[in-house]
């Protein structure tokens, strides 16, 4: 065999193995996607108050597909908020990016505060092997106002005794 065709025998190969792998993101972007509910609760400590209070919000996730969500890990996320002062039950929008690889949960919405004004509430779970009840259920997070400025920090907590809704939650998202 000559350097010729064994050139041209890896050319195949390797237009085989790009025709395999675009068959496959094909397929894999067609697969349903998935939503669930979930619910965390907290104290907040807003800037210029010296007493945390608690707040809380309610998310509906969902993914239009398996392939999307394997891409980037981004869920997209509405419900509502309520921190007392700041918004009642205030609708929200914005991402959950759930990255099992890097141990990472990372929450990121906005909303119309009482006021009209906009504010963003980021927080991120780092899930350590070592205690991962603990690092899954809790979220530190942190109020921004308009400017990017912030506003307040938070501990909100998933609730063990929602575990069986949440489970119950999850449902297949097939797309149009």
């Given at each position: ?102 141990r990472i949960l990372r929450y990121d919405f906005s909303f119309t505060a009482n006021d009209g004004s906009p504010c963003r509430f980021a927080g991120q ?9 603990e690092t899954m259920t809790t979220l530190p997070s942190y109020l921004y106002d308009a400017h990017g400025r912030e506003i307040g920090q938070a501990e ?21």
């Amino acid at each position: 065999m000559n350097i010729a065709s064994i050139l041209d025998r890896a050319q195949q190969l390797l237009a085989t193995a790009v025709s395999v792998q675009n068959q496959a993101a094909s397929y894999v972007h067609k697969l349903p996607g998935f939503s669930f509910d979930e619910t965390m609760s907290g104290p907040i400590t807003l800037e210029g108050h010296s007493h945390p209070q608690h707040m809380e919000f309610r998310i509906h996730a969902e993914v239009p597909s398996l392939g999307s969500f394997l891409s980037d890990g981004r869920t997209h996320i509405a419900g509502t908020v309520s921190i007392p002062g700041v918004a009642d039950s205030a609708a929200l929008q914005g991402s959950l990016w759930i990255w099992p690889h890097k141990r990472i949960l990372r929450y990121d919405f906005s909303f119309t505060a009482n006021d009209g004004s906009p504010c963003r509430f980021a927080g991120q779970k780092d899930v350590s092997p070592l205690a991962p009840v603990e690092t899954m259920t809790t979220l530190p997070s942190y109020l921004y106002d308009a400017h990017g400025r912030e506003i307040g920090q938070a501990e909100v907590r998933f609730d063990l005794s929602d575990l069986p809704t949440f489970l119950a939650s999850w449902r297949p998202v097939f797309a149009l």
